[in-house]
């Protein structure tokens, strides 16, 4: 009787800390930590609509970015594309993930988007497919980055577009540069250097 009342109480126990995440932080979050304890245990769609399973950036430094065509932040896609540039050859990569979460400045399609980082910025980072980085349509990833019970150092939710996540080579969420800040700044590329010299 004692094993069976223990058995239940901790059935109990566990219900509850499922509905704590699923009532507090959505579905999604829940989802995230289901699909893994890293960036790179994640599989996403590039902007081509092939699926890509992130795990191919492993030994890569990662620079996250939710971006908009039409942001007064827009412009950063000019300093995305100099650091991509600049340290592609040592391990870096840019990972663009347009979002029309911040006042619909991200309205065009996956083609029109393409057309216009390619053609105003000349982006050659890799770009994915248009996904949601907040609310109750929030794609798994951006759970992942912004929950506390993933990513406690660097949790909180996505307040404006080019938010930026720097990712080790593990797959290890290492700094968070909110959107002001240009990813160009010290900060940023001083960042950036250090972990791409942590072999």
Not at 49 to 68: C, E, F, I, W
Not at 95 to 102: D, K, S, V, W, Y
Request: aromatic share 12%.
């Amino acid at each position: 009787m004692f094993k069976i009342a223990t058995g239940l109480f901790l059935l109990a126990i566990g219900a509850f800390g499922v509905c704590h995440l699923v009532c507090h932080h959505g579905t999604n979050v829940v989802l995230a930590a289901e699909n893994g304890t890293s960036v790179l245990d994640f599989k996403m769609k590039d902007i081509d609509g092939k699926d890509v399973k992130l795990k191919q950036y492993k030994g890569k430094v990662l620079l996250v970015v939710n971006v908009a065509s039409k942001c007064g932040y827009t412009p950063q896609y000019e300093a995305l594309q100099a650091d991509y540039a600049k340290y592609k050859d040592q391990g870096f990569f840019v990972l663009g993930f347009p979002a029309n979460n911040f006042g619909a400045q991200e309205p065009g399609t996956e083609t029109e988007i393409k057309e216009f980082c390619s053609s105003k910025y000349h982006v050659t980072f890799p770009m994915f497919a248009k996904i949601s980085v907040k609310g109750t349509d929030q794609d798994a990833l951006y759970s992942f980055l912004t929950a506390k019970e993933t990513n406690p150092d660097f949790a909180g939710d996505i307040k404006w577009n080019f938010t930026k996540f720097l990712v080790d080579r593990s797959g290890k969420v290492v700094a968070r540069f909110e959107p002001k800040v240009k990813p160009d700044s010290p900060d940023v590329t001083a960042a950036i250097e250090k972990y791409l010299a942590a072999k």
